[in-house]
């Protein structure tokens, strides 16, 4: 398992855009797949997208249907982090955005990450 810890989550207004990062402890990081889940009080946890080990042949990313389009994730190994770019932000993005990690390649099912951070707040208002 890694240590995860988000940083990023703000209050922003709808059509904004923002950036999460998710930082891992250990030189392994970078070896895992990592993703961003999200859950609001009203839903269960969302997938959102996952990366995973950067390789020559390209990197498989995943993202989940509900943020397609907007939202871009990436890698800095240099810096053993992860991030989440987001575009177009709407009143329907608030939630507790989660960084998780796994060994394998990227999946959208929570119960395949073991490796979870303790969440960053996006609240997204008109």
């Known amino acids: 398992q890694v240590q995860l810890v988000e940083f990023g989550g703000r209050s922003v207004q709808a059509g904004d855009s923002l950036r999460l990062s998710c930082r891992g402890s250990?030189?392994?990081?970078?070896?895992?797949?990592a993703a961003w889940f999200r859950q609001t009080a009203e839903k269960e946890r969302e997938f959102v997208a996952a990366?995973?080990?950067?390789?020559?042949?390209?990197?498989?990313?995943l993202y989940g249907d509900s943020v397609k389009g907007r939202v871009d994730i990436g890698r800095d190994e240099r810096d053993n982090s992860m991030y989440l770019q987001m575009t177009n932000l709407k009143i329907e993005d608030t939630a507790v955005y989660f960084c998780?990690?796994?060994?394998?390649?990227?999946?959208?099912?929570?119960?395949?990450?073991?490796?979870w951070g303790r969440g960053t707040q996006v609240t997204v208002s008109s």
């Open positions: 990366i995973g080990k950067v390789v020559m042949t390209g990197t498989p990313r």
């Open positions: 250990g030189r392994t990081f970078n070896s895992y797949t």
């Open positions: 998780a990690a796994r060994w394998g390649s990227p999946r959208s099912s929570q119960e395949e990450y073991n490796s």
